[in-house]
């Protein structure tokens, strides 16, 4: 891993980028301390309270004005520290997630983007007097599951921002992405129940329409592009073998690289819900909920980026070609953003796994973690610096997305 205080950053503002390296180190215990402590207390979507209430304690006693629980949302942070040069200036935007993944714990390694999140706001914080506009923190729940960064945006706690700049955790190192379009449904079946032996066929069988469904599920499969994804749970399937089951659920997620790709999958899947519950003689309900859309990357921001990795000797592996997808693409529709991943463990330990749940609290994913941090502070002063290379990321902006629609 690269030594943060024996490197010399990268040019433009080598010298007020180094003492942001410095800024990091010096707050390493707390930044370490804070990924494990999340780390060792998973807390799912929504219910991510013992971690943001650590992190709003920690922005407060580095003087960000705190606003907690911000919007509607119990569990998300909107902190600001103004610059002290000028009331005028870029409003840049450092995120952080936390939420973790039920049954598994911190797979997706959030605990490490809360505390570089910190630790680019605390390191930012140190050189605010020097700085234009504002450092604007947003702790943002519930990536996993809910999308809370769309319930923040929906909610106005993005308006303003001329950035947003998060780090993710993975197996390797990649500058842009390319999530996929994707939303959860929940699938319900209501059936009619009667004994499973004496009288059958006074049922209707709720898990018997489960099983079609998935069965429909695999057979679509050879007919969806290689981009797409969709893959469920069964939540209930019935109480008793002895009883036919009347009521059964699933929880699905459906994925395709593009927002019109996604809305066939949708009508697709739809349908064979219905065509379940018509030959099963159920009824079932279908509703969507945590919409995530496909990420808009800014080359200018991306650029940025890249050249401070540089300078640290980490090597952009190019666009990542494992899509998930991430409620942060709904973001990169509002104003430039970047989402790099940073490597925390070896290649191959796939994401979402206990491997790389364990991997996100090893001496590995605690420097990567730091290195983050700086890397995401060290880019928001290369905004704070240049309103030139603002107004290129939102002239970036406005050509991808002109005359297109985030869903
Ligand atoms: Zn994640
Ligand atoms: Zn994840």
């Avoid at 910190?118 to 943002?140: M, Q, S, Y």
């Avoid at 190192?173 to 209501?190: C, G, I, M, Q, Y």
């Avoid at 290649?347 to 590995?364: L, Q, Y």
Wanted: contains cysteine; hydrophobic residues 45%.
């Amino acid at each position: 891993m690269p030594d943060l205080l024996a490197t010399t950053p990268a040019e433009p503002g080598a010298e007020v980028k180094a003492r942001l390296a410095a800024a990091v180190e010096s707050a390493r215990s707390e930044i370490i301390d804070l990924s494990h402590r999340i780390h060792a207390n998973p807390e799912a979507a929504f219910e991510e309270f013992q971690a943001s209430a650590w992190i709003a304690d920690r922005l407060r006693a580095h003087g960000f004005e705190v606003e907690y629980p911000a919007g509607g949302l119990a569990t998300a942070i909107r902190a600001v520290k103004r610059g002290g040069r000028a009331t005028e200036g870029p409003r840049i935007g450092i995120l952080a997630e936390y939420d973790a993944l039920p049954g598994l714990g911190h797979g997706c390694g959030h605990n490490t983007m809360a505390a570089s999140g910190l630790g680019a706001a605390i390191a930012l914080a140190t050189i605010a007097d020097e700085l234009p506009g504002a450092i604007v923190f947003l702790g943002t729940p519930a990536e996993e599951h809910g999308s809370g960064k769309q319930i923040m945006i929906d909610q106005g706690l993005f308006e303003g921002l001329d950035a947003a700049l998060l780090f993710h955790p993975c197996d390797r190192n990649h500058v842009e992405s390319h999530p996929l379009a994707s939303e959860d449904v929940d699938v319900v079946f209501t059936g009619l129940q009667a004994h499973a032996s004496s009288d059958p066929w006074m049922g209707k069988n709720a898990l018997d329409a489960l099983i079609m469904l998935f069965t429909s599920v695999g057979l679509w499969r050879q007919q969806l592009r290689p981009t797409s994804r969709v893959h469920g749970i069964i939540r209930e399937g019935g109480t008793a073998a002895n009883i036919i089951p009347d009521r059964t659920s699933a929880w699905f997620m459906i994925r395709a690289e593009d927002p019109e790709g996604y809305g066939k999958m949708r009508r697709a899947f739809e349908a064979m819900c219905e065509a379940a519950a018509m030959a099963t003689g159920t009824t079932v309900d279908v509703s969507f909920s945590g919409w995530a859309t496909t990420m808009v990357n800014n080359p200018v921001l991306a650029e940025r980026f890249r050249a401070n990795m540089g300078a640290y000797g980490i090597t952009d592996m190019g666009d990542d070609p494992n899509s998930g997808s991430t409620d942060m693409a709904n973001v990169s529709w509002v104003c430039p953003a970047i989402h790099p991943d940073l490597a925390i463990c070896d290649e191959g330990v796939p994401g979402h796994s206990t491997a790389f749940r364990d991997a996100a609290a090893t001496p590995r994913a605690d420097e990567t973690t730091l290195l983050a941090a700086t890397l995401v502070a060290q880019t928001a002063y290369d905004l704070f610096a240049d309103p030139v290379l603002v107004e290129a990321a939102w002239a970036s902006f406005r050509s991808a997305t002109e005359g297109r629609t985030a869903r």
